[in-house]
């Protein structure tokens, strides 16, 4: 089993519609991470949590928004999907030294 | 915060070619530098990683020695297969927060 899991993998949605992506991790990390990544643009983060009670704004988090579950879950969410939040989403963990980001496989989203 | 300049690609090789991906960054300080993997349909994976200045990392036949004096942190190998094909991410940690800044990434197709 993955040791970072995404849900959905793929997902199609119109403008407008709210959508949750789901991440959650069995690796027993405190910290947490949203990436966002686009075609020439590289990985850009959006919402990242360093413990439970801990949320942080990245560097893109206009539009979007995010919960702190649990240790293991951290989820995101488009409150009104528009076309340009289209893009491959990833879920990363890290332990407290930030020696190494663990990713997920991605969510595909494509907003309509 | 930091910033990361990757060459662009794609970069397309013959088998057993020799590879050089440039990277370099800004920062302040001196911040562990990291090489990221994407292979197709999958999450990010690090592949190497330097903590100081003239660390070599190394891992998989890939290397990428820490430059201070030029803060660069090329990654190379000196023959490339077609399994290596995928997208090679530099990465410079200690932006605010311990975050990874990423680069664009540059994708290498490795041809028979």
């Known amino acids: 089993d993955a040791d970072v899991t995404q849900t959905p993998r793929n997902r199609i949605t119109k403008t407008g519609k709210r959508i949750m992506l789901e991440c959650s991790q069995t690796k027993g990390h405190d910290r947490m991470y949203w990436y966002r990544q686009d075609p020439g643009l590289g990985l850009r983060l959006i919402y990242y949590?360093?413990?439970?009670?801990?949320?942080n704004k990245g560097e893109i988090s206009d539009g979007y928004s995010v919960s702190r579950q649990a240790q293991a879950k951290f989820s995101l969410s488009l409150e009104s999907a528009i076309p340009n939040q289209t893009a491959l989403y990833f879920c990363?963990?890290?332990?407290?030294?930030?020696?190494?980001?663990?990713f997920g496989s991605g969510t595909q989203l494509s907003v309509l | 915060g930091n910033s990361v300049t990757q060459m662009e690609g794609p970069v397309t090789l013959s088998e057993e070619a020799f590879l050089t991906i440039n990277c370099t960054y800004t920062a302040t300080g001196y911040p562990s530098l990291f090489w990221y993997v994407q292979y197709p349909g999958e999450g990010l994976q690090l592949l190497l990683k330097a903590t100081k200045a003239d660390d070599k990392g190394s891992n998989k036949g890939f290397e990428a020695t820490y430059r201070k004096e030029t803060t660069s942190f090329h990654l190379e190998k000196g023959s490339v297969q077609v399994s290596d094909s995928a997208v090679y991410f530099c990465?410079?940690?200690?932006?605010?927060?311990?975050?990874?800044?990423f680069g664009t990434g540059t994708q290498l197709k490795v041809e028979l």
């Open positions: 990363a963990t890290s332990d407290n030294t930030y020696e190494k980001l663990f």
């Open positions: 990465a410079p940690g200690g932006g605010g927060g311990n975050k990874l800044t």
């Open positions: 949590s360093f413990d439970v009670k801990d949320i």
